[in-house]
């Protein structure tokens, strides 16, 4: 009976329900206020606004309110992108240019990182040592020759891997002789032989990659122990996965720049140790941990970048970090010829992480990330760093950011796990959608170059390492720029679905028109021949990789945008994983001999045309304000991609105009004060 008298004198009246309270940082779905200031600027291409919604309770006026404020902080900490990051100066503060340049600086270190497989387990020529100069050769195991001689099939393929023969300066064998007497490359022996030629206890090889020794050639991974090769490939792969997902759970419930901190410090331990190795198994091991450790840095920098800008730089400045990254992947063979040992190299890539240990006390936690968590005190503490720093005045905050801010600090942090995600209704579908696109673009890019540097293709530019690495590289350059112009004039999901149009296309293309022509190609009269297929063959995938590495670079980025703060790291960790398990399926199928391939081929081909429809149902995120909790990430809506004419009814309603149904049960008891003829909802009946 107390109970009711209080809610009565709140002026709910004893049916009324109170106002359910926050959780875990989010708003309650019925408080309005804490998505109404997040709308942001609409995009362009009619893109979706963090609608209000209305109160849940039908009659509550002014007295619903007044139990939201009590359960909510303020509405203006709340809006950080229209309240905070203007009273900071936005992106024009000398001291946020700085910390975005501290985070364009590791990307090249990444970069260097990321490619470094390509250089450390290329697979080089061999063949038995002491044999004479005109001795046969026991095995070439890249991209574009004859088969592994363990078994007589064709060899394990990676996109960078060629059999052409490097400068006589790369050629080295596994005790440093010289390779001024390496034999000619001779004709492809049959299989019988290539068992037989197995038969030999030490080899020489010839590494294309400007090494003198990998480790391949230190430990002899050939014929038999070939398939080591590939188990180190999957190590990095593999420790990359787990990284992003665990690290990015971390990163939302003690903060960005504790995972940041912590992976930089464990980066340089595991990674200056792989050098040491003393056997491959060592090598993989501490080849994974280093993968882990490099998920967490590359994770935190790409979210600690999206949540220092404002709405219309985020992408400009993430793919200007994108470019810094592609500037280490063209400069690594020039590094790996400077440094001619693999050990070496290991440690001049690892050793600049050390640089980054300055960051404990130049880099401040994210703010936005203490505003979305309700860690208020820390998050003044902050501001007035960042005024200091940019040499601001205290009347500059128009708005009265402060003191709100005073009157919130004895509030509980209000933290959140990724798994909250799946209680939602929208947003675990959008971050699902995105994470299918990741697995899709890093999945089926592998298809695309696989088809342009395979052995059916019979180019003499392709047969050359630098020029397999730097078409790959520039593919990929080339993508990043046309993402730019692409996403400026479609926005986020606009791009998403014509990149992704452009993979399907390329696919399907690939696997139905060639096999088409290569049918008549075997009529003489028909005029068409083997190198015409093989022509088609790579101009589509040179489309293909070049739209997919787009899917899957602007699905990563899509997720941080949609992604709420409180989970922002969880979410990406989601799609970044996704991503690696696509990339992980090049190491696969060559550790099966392209056994599978065709169905790899066309399995993904399948997924793209899935994704199309999927990429209907994202909402656009284009100068955006970013969602700060669940409840706001749940209010974006999806419009459609084409503005509606003038007086044309849209098929689907927005949040502003949907009606309130959640007192219709209150109605239909008091259904005796209804007019005749009349509705709960007010319409007429017929």
């Not at 890249?142 to 006589?168: C, E, I, K, L, Y």
């Not at 342009?452 to 047969?463: A, D, I, N, Q, R």
């Amino acid at each position: 009976m107390a109970i009711d008298r209080r809610r009565e004198a709140a002026g709910g009246g004893p049916g009324r329900q109170p106002a359910p309270a926050e959780e875990n940082g989010s708003l309650p779905p019925g408080d309005a206020a804490a998505s109404a200031p997040l709308g942001g600027r609409a995009g362009s291409g009619g893109g979706a606004e963090i609608q209000p919604l209305p109160p849940l309770h039908p009659g509550g006026g002014p007295h619903s309110s007044c139990c939201s404020v009590a359960a909510a902080p303020s509405l203006l900490l709340l809006d950080y992108d229209g309240s905070v990051l203007p009273f900071l100066g936005g992106l024009g503060g000398g001291y946020q240019k700085t910390l975005v340049l501290l985070t364009w600086i590791p990307a090249l270190f990444i970069g260097f990182s990321q490619f470094s497989d390509s250089f450390l387990l290329d697979q080089p020529n061999f063949w038995c040592r002491g044999a004479g100069k005109g001795a046969e050769l026991a095995g070439v195991t890249a991209t574009g020759r004859w088969g592994d001689v363990g078994n007589g099939t064709s060899p394990p393929t990676t996109p960078f891997s060629t059999a052409a023969w490097g400068a006589p300066g790369n050629r080295s064998n596994s005790s440093g002789a010289d390779g001024g007497d390496t034999p000619p490359l001779p004709s492809p022996p049959d299989k019988g032989d290539n068992a037989s030629n197995c038969d030999c206890h030490a080899w020489d090889y010839g590494i294309r990659t400007g090494l003198v020794q990998n480790v391949v050639s230190k430990w002899d991974l050939v014929c038999d122990n070939a398939w080591k090769v590939h188990i180190a490939k999957f190590s990095l792969l593999v420790g990359l996965i787990f990284g992003y997902l665990i690290t990015g759970c971390i990163a939302d419930w003690v903060g960005r720049r504790p995972v940041l901190l912590c992976s930089i410090i464990f980066i340089l331990i595991f990674g200056l140790t792989v050098a040491l190795s003393v056997n491959v198994t060592m090598f993989s091991t501490l080849r994974f941990f280093e993968g882990f450790c490099l998920a967490g840095i590359i994770l935190t920098l790409y979210a600690l970048r999206i949540e220092l800008c404002p709405p219309g730089k985020r992408f400009m400045i993430t793919m200007v970090a994108s470019f810094v990254a592609m500037a280490g992947q063209f400069l690594m063979p020039g590094l790996a010829a400077l440094c001619r040992d693999w050990q070496v190299l290991q440690a001049l890539i690892i050793c600049p992480f050390l640089l980054m240990l300055l960051y404990w006390s130049i880099f401040p936690e994210s703010l936005r990330w203490l505003m979305a968590t309700q860690q208020f005190e820390s998050a003044k503490r902050l501001i007035l760093h960042f005024t200091q720093k940019n040499c601001m005045s205290p009347e500059s905050d128009i708005k009265g950011v402060m003191p709100e801010l005073e009157k919130e600090l004895s509030r509980r942090p209000k933290k959140v796990c990724i798994v909250k995600v799946v209680g939602t209704r929208n947003l675990w579908k959008n971050i699902v959608v995105l994470c299918v696109n990741s697995l899709t673009g890093f999945g089926i890019h592998h298809c695309f170059a696989r088809s342009m540097m395979g052995h059916e293709v019979k180019v003499p530019l392709l047969e050359n390492f630098y020029a397999d690495y730097y078409t790959m590289a520039s593919i990929a350059l080339a993508s990043c720029l046309a993402m730019c112009v692409v996403v400026r004039f479609l926005g986020r999901r606009g791009g998403l679905l014509l990149f992704m149009i452009l993979t399907a296309l390329a696919s399907l293309l690939q696997l139905g028109l060639l096999n088409l022509i290569g049918k008549y190609s075997q009529h003489p009269d028909s005029g068409m021949s083997d190198s015409i297929k093989d022509k088609f063959s790579i101009a589509f995938s040179i489309v293909g990789m070049f739209a997919s590495h787009a899917v899957g670079s602007l699905s990563v980025f899509f997720c941080a945008e949609i992604t709420p703060t409180v989970i922002r790291c969880g979410g990406l960790g989601l799609v970044l994983a996704s991503a690696g398990f696509g990339m992980l399926t090049a190491p696969i199928i060559d550790l099966h001999n392209q056994k599978g391939y065709f169905l790899h081929h066309i399995i993904f081909a399948c997924c793209t045309l899935i994704c199309i429809i999927c990429i209907l149902l994202l909402p656009e995120s284009r100068d955006q304000n970013l969602p700060e909790n669940i409840s706001n990430g749940e209010h974006y809506t999806r419009q459609p991609l084409l503005p509606h004419k003038k007086g044309e009814q849209p098929l689907l309603l927005t949040n502003a105009e949907l009606k309130d149904y959640s007192g219709l049960h209150d109605a239909a008891a008091a259904g005796d004060g209804l007019p005749e003829g009349a509705t709960a909802n007010g319409m007429k009946a017929m």
